[in-house]
């Protein structure tokens, strides 16, 4: 069983409309968890970053946030733009180990 | 960009060719990676090499054979794949293995598309 579990699979929303995607694992103990956004054709890119005692972070229109006690992380997209039309993978690093755990990732799709 | 480029971008290749993917990172990173993206599925990591020495085989299959030269290079030689081993291949970097926090963010190439038939 995977470690890290992305919800939904999918989805798509209207422009300027806000949206979250969830993240659920059981890596523990943990050193952070990212959020990547995977444009169709090229490699993720890094959009956030928390350490396990940071309960949000926000860059830009993405903020994720972070509950370290239920293991559960959201990456909330605000007022969505075509160009937020992507995947958003969830990535969990242990902490003594640099093995990387992904979950499947959610495909966004953000029509006019 | 993320300072990691792979070529080439597309591949097509039948069950007895010998192909090679090529990594290249100008970031100074001592790490690099390579991983399988097949649809719908986790990011699964191939082989991993820290300072030009492999520190991890992931169970890949022998038809999967790395090479990195030097840091800055990465290469995986394709030889009598199989069907199934169509997806895209990314290749990753970071500073080096072991590090903690920010330090481990691995950039990603913009990857290749193999299919084999």
């Known amino acids: 069983k995977n470690q890290v579990e992305q919800s939904p699979q999918s989805l798509i929303i209207l422009e300027g409309k806000n949206c979250t995607l969830q993240?659920?694992?059981?890596?523990?103990?943990?050193?952070?968890l990212r959020w990547y956004k995977q444009d169709t054709g090229r490699g993720p890119v890094s959009l956030t970053i928390m350490t396990f005692s940071e309960n949000t972070k926000s860059n830009g229109r993405y903020t994720a946030t972070l509950d370290a006690d239920t293991k559960q992380s959201s990456l909330h997209i605000t007022a969505s733009q075509l160009s937020d039309s992507a995947s958003y993978i969830c990535?969990?690093?242990?902490?003594?180990?640099?093995?990387?755990?992904f979950g499947a990732g959610t495909t966004v799709t953000v029509r006019a | 960009e993320t300072g990691v480029t792979q070529t080439p971008r597309h591949l097509v290749m039948g069950m007895t060719n010998k192909k090679s993917l090529k990594c290249e990172q100008h970031?100074?990173?001592?790490?690099m990676y390579w991983y399988k993206q097949s649809a719908k599925k986790p990011l699964e990591l191939m082989f991993v090499y820290n300072f030009k020495e492999q520190t991890e085989n992931n169970s890949v299959p022998s038809r999967f054979s790395p090479e990195c030269p030097n840091s800055s290079h990465l290469f995986l030689h394709l030889h009598t794949l199989q069907p199934e081993d169509s997806a895209l291949y990314l290749c990753?970097?970071?500073?080096?293995?072991?590090?903690?926090?920010?330090?481990?963010?691995?950039?990603f190439g913009p990857g290749t598309r193999l299919t084999v038939l």
């Open positions: 970031l100074g990173h001592n790490a």
């Open positions: 990753a970097s970071s500073q080096e293995v072991g590090l903690a926090g920010p330090r481990d963010t691995q950039y």
């Open positions: 993240c659920n694992y059981t890596v523990s103990p943990f050193s952070n």
């Open positions: 990535v969990v690093s242990p902490l003594n180990d640099y093995k990387l755990s």
